[in-house]
């Protein structure tokens, strides 16, 4: 069995320093990606904004050249426009 809990191990996983997902080759988060976590992170928005945050501190680091602003739509501004995302958030 994969994983712990029972829960597998996704294999939409970011490679840096260029953060594109290793299972489908998208920008990380990708799709996929992003509805793994609305699951994962269930009625628990606040937990998932900070670990999106973690990523994106380390994403601006690795991808200085690109724009804040993208990479910050890209790495938490999606969750208040996806679907599970619109429910519950503050
Ligand atoms: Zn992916």
């Known amino acids: 069995m994969a994983g712990t809990a029972g829960r597998a191990v996704s294999e939409h996983?970011?490679?840096?320093?260029?953060?594109i997902c290793q299972g489908c080759g998208a920008p990380w988060p990708c799709a996929i990606r992003r509805g793994q976590l609305m699951l994962d992170y269930a009625g628990s928005m606040v937990s998932l904004s900070l670990s999106l945050a973690s990523y994106f501190v380390v994403a601006c680091q690795d991808l200085a050249w690109a724009?804040?602003?993208?990479?910050?739509?890209?790495?938490?501004?999606?969750?208040?426009?996806?679907?599970?995302?619109?429910?519950?958030?503050?």
């Open 67 to 90: 724009n804040a602003g993208d990479l910050h739509h890209r790495f938490l501004g999606w969750t208040r426009e996806h679907p599970a995302g619109a429910v519950g958030y503050p």
């Open 13 to 19: 996983k970011p490679i840096r320093p260029q953060w």
